[in-house]
């Protein structure tokens, strides 16, 4: 049997029209990280990314996510992976009834 693991995208040009405010209330250490990025379209990948990550089940702040081994976000009871390539950032996660300190 197989699963089935739901994959989310998002392009930049959505970000950019995006209402940025309940991010910038929710996530303000990710809004920060984005004003560090040099490039606008790092800048719009990162942004993009903390929206698709509030599409996780119980995350809706940056209180439900800690940060695994490498730096990277992480959810309890969640596995997921951010990634981006402009112009498309993308999300997937598959449920972890176990924890572990392993980033994948």
Known sequence: ?????????????????????????SMPARMEKARRYRFERDRLLCVGAGLLMRRVPGIHDESGLRPGRFGKPRAPGYRFSVCGQAPIGALEWVECPLETDEDT
Do not use: F, G, K
């Not at 699963?3 to 309940?22: F, K, L, Q, S």
């Open 1 to 25: 049997m197989s699963e089935t693991i739901p994959v989310y995208a998002i392009h930049i040009d959505t970000v950019r029209r995006t209402n940025w405010t309940p991010l910038q209330q």
